[in-house]
């Protein structure tokens, strides 16, 4: 929620690497500004004592409460730019790995490999010619609801 962010907080980013870059570009811009984890890390769960991360996204907060304002007109104002350099990340992100993962299409259910450079995007299925997702474990689908199915009104059959 918006309203639990830290006053100094002028950004909110998915992921470290995107959130470091974005923390930069405002440095850069005369706004020195850092990366933090909102709350806690861990909480008490498992049997060593930590579970997994709790946090949704991660804050990028500007040093100085003053520049909260105008590094905040500095992001309206380029916008584009900013998203130029969120996609410019990711895409460096992604041509860096190596190795393979797996994906399912989900019309044939047949397993394919592919680069792990491909996590993130959409293929072609090589068993029935689909499109089908390659998945990124970075990427944050929780919210999204594909089933596309509309909600159960009682019926009016008597």
Request: aromatic fraction near 4%; proline fraction near 9%; glycine fraction near 6%.
């Amino acid at each position: 929620m918006a309203d639990d962010r830290h006053p100094q907080c002028v950004l909110v980013a998915p992921e470290m690497t995107t959130a470091r870059a974005l923390a930069e570009w405002l440095t850069d811009k005369g706004f020195p500004a850092e990366v933090v984890t909102p709350g806690p890390v861990a909480t008490p769960g498992d049997s060593l004592g930590l579970s997994e991360e709790t946090f949704t996204a991660l804050e990028i907060r500007v040093a100085d409460p003053e520049h909260v304002g105008p590094a905040r007109t500095k992001i309206a104002e380029q916008k584009e730019a900013l998203e130029a350099l969120v996609i410019q990340v990711l895409k460096r992100k992604r041509a860096d790995r190596t190795g393979t993962v797996t994906a399912v299409c989900e019309d044939c259910g047949k397993p394919s490999d592919w680069p792990a450079t491909e996590m993130g995007t959409t293929q072609i299925c090589p068993h029935c010619d689909s499109y089908m997702d390659v998945p990124d474990p970075e990427d944050d689908w929780g919210d999204i609801d594909f089933s596309g199915e509309e909600p159960e009104t009682e019926s009016q059959d008597k």
